[in-house]
């Protein structure tokens, strides 16, 4: 018996305009790689937000996740003078009364704090959970939110330019971080108030900018991007053609059996449960779990399959 992946698998790196919904952009693409083909995002961009949206179609839906845990780049400006009840410029704005300006130093100052792992509070208009329901629509329904932090990272937190009352700043951040949360965490720290006017985000993981493509003119063959991108990071092993049947029915590998990849640095959030398996061509075939203080890797995600008679 013959095995090969399905076709398609990979991802799209979009450049989503201001003004779509992520899920726009899903739908968009949806009829192009066929009805019968899964297709999600694998991180929301605001409609007020432009750039990197991560689409994955077919079994690199399953990939999701480490796209998600990867770090994400973004140019943000923020308002400093104003609150919005969204903390962007998509919210009710409120403008602080006798705000005063706030010099260069001071917002320098104010950002310093917010690098590394920090405690952050969700926007109230934002998908996490407050007692069971999505605090977007409590929100929306008039009730008080305020969902509880969580520990975030941000890597970078720089200021590129300041002319009051914007500034703009570049954000090196981990999973989970909300940009709109920062901007609104400045303005208090300044005690004038902030929300993110304006956002892009440059980066997600192995995905930049440079490459990214207008939603109008994606090429569904030339610009579909290798599933073995979002493995970036983790540790790669080839697999030969004679341990695919063993592979494919979950069976525990040798890694003696196996070719380890150096080429592949072990910095990926996920690098501590998951390894990636490709075959000889480079093609991602699985994605496994080195066992702690053996030299076995359990198949945890096998894309292979029985190839059609």
Known sequence: MTFELPKPFGFYNIHKPVGPTSHDVVAQVRPLVGRRVKVGHTGTLDPFASGVLVIAVGPATRL?????????????????????TTDDIEGDITPAPAAPEPTDQQVRQALEPFVGAIMQGPPAYSAVHVEGRRAYKLARSGQRVEPAAREVTIHRLELLRYEYPRAELDVLCGAGTYIRSIARDLGR?????????ALVRRAVGAFGLADAVDPDALDIDADLVAPVTA?????????????????????????????????????????QHDVAIVDGRGNLVALGERREGAEMIQPRRVFLGPSPA
Not at 189 to 194: D, I, K, R, S
Not at 232 to 261: A, C, M, N, T, Y
Request: a negative charge; glycine letters at 8%; charged letters at 25%.
């Open 64 to 84: 999701a996740d480490l796209i998600q845990s990867t770090a994400k780049c973004y140019v943000a400006e923020v308002t400093l003078g104003a609150a919005s």
């Open 189 to 197: 720290a300044l005690c004038v108030g902030g929300y993110c006017s």
């Open 231 to 271: 493995t970036v990071g983790l540790e790669r092993f080839e697999i030969s053609g004679e341990d695919v049947p063993d592979l494919v029915h979950g069976k525990l590998l040798r890694v003696d059996r196996l070719r380890r990849l150096d080429s592949a640095p072990t910095d990926h959030p996920q690098a």
